[in-house]
């Protein structure tokens, strides 16, 4: 499993990255990061919801009750055009640590 503070780390850049592919609802959001990290996150609504509404109160994200397709009122979140900037933003800047790490890795594998 993956530590607390790395799933609470990557939330933001996640759920936009989610929402920049298409509107999306909380289980089904739940969901598709269980399906993205083969399991090893396991998100749940009281971590989830906070992280949405935050992002809703910054501008990133939109929401509108509709109807689903079972008929239940379903809360549905959508990127906006300066969540799509700050998705951009995340994406380059978890690159830059992935590609840092993957080189402290490498030193430290030269070296034993």
């Known amino acids: ?13 996640m759920i936009l990255s989610i929402l920049a ?10 969901q598709h ?6 399991g090893e996150m396991n998100w749940k609504d009281g971590m989830l ?9 910054q501008g990133l994200i ?15 979140y959508a990127i906006t055009p ?3 900037k700050a998705f951009e933003a995340e994406r380059i800047q978890w690159n830059r640590v992935h ?4 080189k402290s890795w490498e030193v430290r594998l030269c070296q034993s």
Do not use: F, T
């Open 82 to 84: 300066k969540g799509k």
């Open 62 to 76: 939109r929401s509108e009750w509709r109807n689903g397709e079972s008929r239940r009122k379903r809360k549905y």
């Open 21 to 30: 592919r298409g509107e999306s609802y909380g289980y089904e959001l739940i």
């Open 99 to 102: 590609s840092a790490l993957v």
């Open 33 to 38: 990061v269980r399906k993205l990290s083969d």
């Open 49 to 57: 919801y906070p992280v949405l509404h935050r992002l809703e109160d």
């Open 1 to 13: 499993m993956i530590s607390k503070e790395l799933v609470a780390a990557s939330a933001k850049p």
